[in-house]
């Protein structure tokens, strides 16, 4: 809990506040990278819900992609729950350096949300998987700001708060826009240590940020 002052010794008494990490995955990196993202929120004060995008694939393609069964647990994310959230850190894979389509396709539905203003003012984040290093860790960041900026909310990235985003020991994801893994062009790579660690960051870093404006 911490205590806000505005002018006049106006104070407010802001409590934890209520995060969505809301994640498409298909081969599962990107929800584990969220559960580390949620880790990190909870232990900056905040309180958090994991939910996913729903799925624009048929069940048969899902199959013939070698696709594991949807993490039931999630629950699937639509404009109501983006409305109810005080922040929300969006978890997106790369298809061709952009967010793939089924993260798309939630905030294309988000019209209402849109002309009522539903999502003016919250802090977002966004961390990505891209197979390979230069395959999007950047711009699937920097084009999905283009959401965020339509919908007047506040994008927080990480910066290099995080001294281990600089680490050259090891090949890993991450920049300033966000936490980020690699999959490896086969997908047969997992998060490793250091990219968790940056992901615990950035849910911790985040859940600091959002206390200083919702109130």
Known sequence: RTW???RM???VWVDSCWFEIVYYSMYKH???MAAAVAKGVEAGGGKVTVMRAPETLSAEVLKKLGAPPKNEEHK???SKDLAAADAIIFGIPTR???AAAQMKALLDRTGGLWMKGGLLGKPAGIFVSTGTLGGGQETTALTFITQ???HGMMFVPIGYGCQKLTDLT???GGSPYGAGTLAGGDGSRKPSKLELEIAEYQGSYMAKVAKKYVA
């Open 4 to 6: 806000l002052c505005a």
């Open 148 to 150: 965020l900026t339509h």
């Open 30 to 32: 990107i929800e584990t």
């Open 76 to 78: 699937e994310c639509g």
């Open 96 to 98: 061709f350096g952009m």
């Open 9 to 11: 010794c106006a104070c």
């Open 170 to 172: 090891e090949v890993h």
